[in-house]
């Protein structure tokens, strides 16, 4: 799909505020896959369509949660955690997405899994990145991605398990699954 209308079906989804988010995300992936050696179109195609689903009804996420047989721990979790494997779902359904590798990205762009191939990595990155956020840590995690996708990664997931610890919330499994991977498997 073209960039263009790519993200004039998105844009139909999302405030413009998460819009321009969006624009954001879409620009630094294209930078990170640039700079990694992951597929540039690939990167663009995820990043543009990772919030597809993020202002549907909760119900309306819930139900496709149940009928489409996807993690049911997912709906004990926080509801923001939804919209990234309904995204994906949806995305495949009402945008004619078939690739895989795309839809995986926009699929674990919330909680990350074990074994996240490169395009995983930079949605994921690209997201708590973009030039719009701003909250306490992401300069540093800017300033990782620059030298090592790991190391951003592996920060910024512990700046997201800590921020929820912090607010006594529960961790999903899969982004502590996620943390040990990186550690256990890096390549410092």
Known sequence: MERNLALLKVKEQLTEHRYNHTIGVMET?????????????????????????????????????????????????????WHAPVGAFLVHKEAGIEDEEILDAIRFHTSGRVGMTLLEKVIYLADYIEPGRHFPGVEEVRELAEKSLNDALKKSISNTIFFLMKKGQPVFPATFHTYNDLIMNSED
């Open 29 to 81: 992936a294209i930078i990170l896959a640039k700079k990694y050696g992951a597929n540039e179109k690939k990167a663009e195609l995820a990043a543009i369509f990772h919030d597809y689903a993020k202002f549907r009804p909760k119900e309306e996420m819930k139900q496709i949660i149940m009928d489409q047989k996807m993690d049911a721990r997912l709906l004990q979790f926080n509801s923001e955690l």
